[in-house]
């Protein structure tokens, strides 16, 4: 899309992130789990304290995506002992990649995506990995359109709702 740019997030934008992580969290989850639970993991997982942990963590990068200046979507990455399981420091974990239900189909997660494999090219990592709950198939088809394969599974907790995520792998060398 024509007017869209990427660019790292930081400290000062604490506030939108907050914004944007909590509406594309809701936007994709919302249907297939409980409002309390919902609520609970939007509320710890999202909190100010945490996201600007994140923003603070020397092995985590997060990008934002906008479109005429609007936020529209964001990137998370993660380095080394900052990955949420492997912490292998020859690969890069895409920890999150979320878009305005909106702009879905519009190429705009496909632009993020491409971010995070500079990034791992440009650390000259391995591969790269990550977590897809395994009801959400429309991403499960995105990262094997993209090459991805899947290795392994974890359960992610939502509240008190476990759930099992697919893990997934691209081998880059």
Sequence with gaps: MENTEIRRVSIDDLDQLQRISKQTFAETFSSGNSEANMNDYLENSFSAKKLQNELNDTNAEIYFVELDKQVIGYLKVNFGQSQTE????????????????????????????????????????????????????????????????????????????EQTDIMMKLTLN
Excluded: P
């Design 86 to 161: 492997i912490k292998d420091v020859n690969a890069l974990e895409i920890e999150r990649i979320y878009v305005l239900s909106e702009f879905h189909g519009k190429k705009i997660g496909q632009l993020l995506y491409e971010k995070a494999m500079q990034i791992s090219r440009q650390r000259n990592v391995d591969y790269v990995w990550l977590g897809v709950w395994e009801e959400n198939l429309r991403a499960i088809r995105f990262y094997e359109k993209n090459g991805f394969v899947k290795f392994d599974k974890h359960i992610f907790k939502l509240g008190d709702d």
